[in-house]
């Protein structure tokens, strides 16, 4: 199969991470992380937008009603798009200067899951934590012992939530109650770091159900089986690939951001930072939920 891997643009991220697919516009929203960043891609006229947040922004997810919800580094907080404004709703982890938001997915019921991670050396205990924001904007915690969260994403039926502890170099499942937003039966579903030598970052799935990983070690894409084998590993342009997403009039086109400086880790390669599209690859994504909150 012959793929084809270019740039997109000229934007140069620092931290690029959480690409966002949006099916109803036919754009693709990512950020930067370090430089409190969302982009907008219109993917029709290639107009290309962007809006400034209030601090280190870890993810996001577009909203039924309009904006989107934002996990920056003081919580949970809805972003206006017309007015350019956030709005806090929440910090479940307030008064704790050592961690931050880092990435998130929303559910297929319309719940924001999005995790925290230690933000500076020493990293133990691991005081990080995953939460659940629910449409009324209260809060849950689904699980702790942390260190960096990072690659939340869903089984095409919503069943299975995949989650990266980066630090640890291992992807969890986890069995995901649709109705009730609960999380159970934690297992390694791949050992990155033992297996592949390398550590998962943004993640999503495919309509087939498998998993694709930004390997962010091993300047590679990761397409995983639903039972964690290795199926294939694509080479990237970039140092530090971050995450990934299928877009495109037909959820056919991967995106991949990336990293110039995350502050921990620097690359200075002419594609580092930039946003990528992969094609050719012969299947298909999901489209994203809004968030219902």
Known sequence: ??????????????????PVWDEREQALYWIDSIGRIVHRLDHRTGELRHWGVPDVIGSMALREQGGAVVALRTGFHLLDFERGRC??????????????????????????????????????????????????????????????????????????????????AVIYAYDYDTDGGQISERRVHIDVGRDHDGAGDGATVDSDGNLWVALVRNRQVGKFDP????????????????????????????????????????????????LLKVTGLGVKGIAEPRFKG
Do not use: W
């Open 1 to 18: 199969m012959s793929i084809t891997i270019e740039r997109v643009g000229t934007t140069k991220d620092m931290l690029g991470e959480g």
């Open 87 to 168: 709005e806090p709703l929440t910090d479940p982890e307030a008064g704790e200067p050592r961690t931050r938001f880092n990435d998130g997915k929303v559910d297929r019921q319309g719940r924001f899951v999005a995790g925290t991670m230690i933000t500076r050396p020493p990293r133990e205990p691991a005081i990080a934590h995953l939460y659940r924001l629910n449409a009324d904007h209260s809060v849950e915690t689904l699980d702790s012992d942390i260190v960096l969260s990072n690659g939340p994403c869903f089984s095409p039926d919503g069943k299975t939530l995949y989650f990266s502890d980066s630090i640890g």
């Open 227 to 274: 039972d964690g084998i290795l199926m294939e590993a694509y080479s990237m342009p970039v140092a530090l690939p971050s995450s990934v997403m299928f877009g495109g009039p037909d959820l056919s086109e991967l995106y991949v951001t990336s990293i110039s400086n995350s502050l921990n880790r620097e690359a200075d390669g002419p594609m580092d930072g930039a």
